[in-house]
């Protein structure tokens, strides 16, 4: 007999045959956003994106902006071990 597998486990199992498994682990921090980096940070961060391992936020505070940038290495961390490998290797602020 087959063994069932989870709808989530089947489309994330499609997006690797594809070779865009690297696709479906950014949506998934991108989704979660609120939980890697916390309430406040979230609700300040108007856009975020990720490309060519690098996350793009844009903050609609300017001294949130600035601390970030003092933790960016805190930052950087918490999101790949979200995903659980190096999705990202640098945030750029805007």
């Known amino acids: 007999m087959e063994e069932e597998k989870s709808f989530k486990d089947l489309v994330k199992n ?3 045959s594809y070779r865009l498994g690297d696709k479906y682990d950014e949506i998934g921090v ?3 956003w609120e939980q890697i980096a916390g309430r406040m940070i ?11 391992k690098i996350l793009y936020l844009t903050l609609s505070s300017a001294p949130l902006k ?6 960016k290495l805190v930052l950087i961390e ?6 659980g490998k190096e999705l990202i290797k640098d945030i750029n602020f805007y």
């Open 42 to 52: 979230a609700q300040k961060t108007t856009k975020i994106f990720i490309q060519n």
């Open 14 to 16: 499609l997006f690797k």
């Open 30 to 32: 991108i989704n979660s």
């Open 66 to 71: 600035a601390e970030l940038r003092y933790h």
């Open 78 to 83: 918490k999101v790949n071990k979200f995903a």
